[in-house]
């Protein structure tokens, strides 16, 4: 039996504490659950994980339990819930559609803190992220002398000081580099001078330890990052990756302890910005059909859904064809939720769904805009019968960029 004096609500808000009372058990939540598409397990859903905690809270700070004097759950019932609300991508599908609307997608992260701080978690995947931070600047533990090596295009100048700069992050480095050369080439065309950090210097924006409930290190990491970035005289930071996004511009401002001196906008915010103001054109054209997939933390974190397809649209010949769910409805890819190791055939076996549907609706292409979705949607084609072309949005665009001299 698990006795601890830390209250269950004690890390939540009081509007995180309204939406546990206020879920009604609908279950039209489980209809976009990507995890519940493919388990079929209602025992690890949005509606059950609330239930399940609101007993926790009732159990140990209800009425009945402070007249008995009796503030004990059962472990067995701790561990299968935290089992369950690490299972899930944090995708907020669940929540986008919520009828009394709960902000799932910053609900479960916090959820998770509770039972990390419980010491629930015995994932060495998840527990070991904070030491090689620490130790690398990176939750993978990879070196740090090989954060921008050999996909750092050779041509590439950075700038000391400027106003713009571009973080690359940590999954894009190391495990999705097309896409962050693709970036860069991208801004080279552009011709705004943009610095970057050292590798020693671009640390992790701190989102996975966020996601995992792992928040001893986060305002370190911000300020170390807002400092660094703020010397190279940035007023606006530009990066590619979702999640860095998300964090950086919900997170990033409470860890920091007030506004950010500089403004971050997404990469196809950026470029979408400078097609507007012709300071590229796109000459060559490309005479396919392309699907594009809506990052969970793009489209429902911080609702950036048109730039993207603005970007590809600008492209001569594109047709650019819908998945069903698109936009702030999209399904996550399998990636998500900072535990696609952990539950590597869940993450496999939703990706694949985005696969099949984008073969079943003839594109020649399926465009990615995130470092996660890249490299486990690849990793799910892997041993697949259906097959399919995967490219990042940058990647494919900076092949047909051209800078105006005009």
Known sequence: MINKKRCFSEGLTAAQLI???????????????????????????????????????KATQGLKARFLKQDKVDRALLEDFTKAVFECTTCGACGQGCAVGIFTQRLWPYLRKEMIERGFVDSDILT?????IRRTGNPYGFPAEERFTPWFPEHVRIAEKADMAYYAGCSGTYG??????GDVLVLDTIGDPFTMLS????????????????????????????SAYKAKGTKLLVCSCPCCVNIMTRDWPVFYGGELPFKIRHMTQFVSDALKQKKIK???GLNERVIYHDPCYLSRGVGVIEEPREVL????????????????????????????KVF?????????????????????KLILSCP???????????????????????????????????
């Not at 070991?128 to 090689?132: L, R, T, V």
């Not at 064809?321 to 939720?337: D, I, N, P, V």
């Open 282 to 284: 796109v000459t060559k």
């Open 128 to 132: 070991n992220m904070p030491d090689a």
């Open 199 to 226: 590798e020693d210097e671009e640390v992790c924006c701190g989102f996975p330890l966020f996601i995992s409930g792992q928040h001893d290190m986060l305002e370190d990491l911000t300020k170390k990052l807002v």
């Open 176 to 181: 999705a580099k097309p896409m962050v050369r």
């Open 313 to 340: 649209r600008s492209i001569p010949g594109i047709e650019l064809l819908e998945f069903e769910r698109h936009g702030a409805e999209s399904r996550c890819c399998g990636a998500g939720g900072a535990v696609r």
């Open 19 to 57: 939406e546990l009372d206020a879920c009604t058990q609908c279950g039209e939540c489980l209809k976009v659950c990507p995890v519940q598409q493919v388990t079929g397990r209602p025992q690890i859903s949005p509606p059950e994980k609330i239930r399940m905690y609101r007993e926790f809270i």
């Open 372 to 406: 996660a979705c890249y490299g486990k949607v690849n990793e799910a084609m892997q041993d697949h019968e259906r097959k399919i072309e995967i490219v990042d949005i940058m990647e494919l665009f900076a092949q047909f960029v051209e800078r105006n001299e005009q």
């Open 344 to 364: 590597h055939d869940n993450a496999v076996a939703i990706g694949r769904l985005a696969i099949d549907e984008a073969v079943e609706k003839k594109a020649d």
